[in-house]
């Protein structure tokens, strides 16, 4: 044991460039936190694809408004498990509710989430499909005639009057959810932004940044899951929601690619005197994930595919193939960009002077198989929440 972990400490030292203290030779925040902020980004901007229905009647996206509401559900139930793991006594997390700190950043997380997650995306699903529910219960065999009947509140008036409430209370939601998505995940960026001692990440841009790389890596998703759903169920796809879908994309990349173009140049601008440690930090430690996956295979790629499509005009077939191409490459990225910026942040030494490196561990609860079980849960609350409540009109099919 002792021989083992005495070999890992060599094998980190050897990859060390420069003078670096001590206590910064582990890297703390693992892959874990770069989870974190990508499921989050996942959830905000599901939603904000969603709000652009019912707040801005945009019509050619009905058919994926609930698939986003229920996909950004599905992801916001996971979100907070990257931290709870990374914490060593995750049972007093609970203390934040308990005995809450208004000035801590981190502690504030607890209130957005419950406020988003109760208040905000609970009551938007529940006025949504409450008809569909009690459609349910009456139709359902038991028990889940019953289940329907719970999670309805017992409600049973279908009348066009009730109906219209609901319609109601559901663009209200929706608007006060706007900002709550927005809070949601851009709070993440603001907690970066706001170490001012570490140059990679004070930036006033950060929160920004994130909150438009969210909005991206979700509206990606929904395109995905689209194009994957719904020929599942034999129905050939809606090209109108595709297509405006994959408009919307477009103009989400080009501001979160001007966004981090004009950060890059802030930086080159300032000239501080971590510009140097920096620059070779990019250039050595971060060379791949950075240059290659975030910018090149991440961001510039996509666009110029979406681009051309907007610009040219091909045939259906080919446009789906490009766009289901695009969405791939843009979740490598925005995963990238939060790799880059958690991990970037730790791997220079406070001296300016000295490098670190970061090992992915396999095993473990801070590994790559925990991160990998974590990434992939979500789709399996979803493929459980489409059986008990389809995003399709379809109350005369029952799901179970």
């Not at 972990?5 to 582990?26: K, R």
């Not at 905000?44 to 229905?53: E, K, M, P, Q, T």
């Not at 502690?107 to 006025?127: N, P, R, S």
């Not at 250039?283 to 791949?288: P, Q, R, V």
Request: charge should be neutral.
């Amino acid at each position: 044991m002792m021989e083992t972990a005495h070999n890992e400490l060599s094998q980190l030292l050897s990859q060390i460039s420069g003078y670096i203290y001590p206590n910064e030779i582990e890297v703390h925040w693992s892959i874990l936190i770069v989870v974190y902020p990508y499921l989050t980004g996942l959830v905000a901007g599901a939603f904000i694809l969603a709000s652009l229905v019912k707040v801005f009647n945009i019509t050619e996206l009905k058919p994926t408004y609930r698939l986003s509401l229920i996909t950004a559900l599905s992801f916001l139930l996971i979100a907070p498990l990257p931290l709870l793991l990374h914490l060593g006594h995750p049972l007093r997390s609970f203390e934040i509710f308990l005995t809450p700190n208004l000035s801590s950043a981190m502690a504030m997380f607890g209130f957005v989430y419950a406020w988003y997650l109760m208040v905000v995306l609970l009551l938007e699903i529940w006025f949504d499909y409450r008809v569909d529910m009690i459609n349910f219960a009456k139709t359902a065999k038991f028990p889940m005639n019953w289940f329907y009947k719970v999670i309805s509140l017992f409600s049973t008036d279908t009348s066009p009057h009730a109906i219209a409430i609901d319609k109601k209370v559901i663009k209200f939601i929706t608007i006060i959810g706007i900002p709550s998505a927005f809070i949601l995940h851009g709070y993440v960026g603001f907690i970066f932004g706001s170490i001012k001692a570490n140059p990679w990440w004070s930036s006033v841009l950060i929160p920004i940044v994130f909150l438009f790389s969210a909005i991206v890596s979700g509206i990606a998703l929904i395109l995905l899951l689209y194009m994957i759903i719904t020929p599942s169920r034999g129905i050939p796809i809606d090209m109108k929601c595709l297509d405006k879908i994959a408009s919307f994309l477009l103009y989400a990349v080009i501001i979160d690619f001007s966004l981090e173009i004009l950060d890059f140049i802030h930086r080159l601008y300032e000239s501080e005197e971590s510009i140097k440690i920096l620059t070779e930090m990019v250039m050595n430690k971060l060379f791949i994930s950075l240059v290659v996956l975030q910018v090149l295979i991440g961001m510039i790629v996509p666009l110029s595919i979406l681009i051309i499509i907007k610009l040219t005009g091909f045939n259906q077939e080919l446009r789906k193939l490009l766009y289901f191409l695009s969405a791939i490459l843009i979740q490598i990225g925005i995963f990238s960009t939060r790799w880059n910026v958690v991990l970037g942040g730790q791997m220079f030494s406070k001296s300016l002077r000295g490098l670190t490196t970061y090992k992915l561990e396999i095993m473990g609860i801070e590994g790559f198989l925990s991160a990998l079980v974590l990434l992939i849960l979500p789709f399996f609350i979803l493929a459980l929440l489409i059986k008990i409540l389809p995003p399709w009109k379809k109350t005369e099919e029952l799901p179970i």
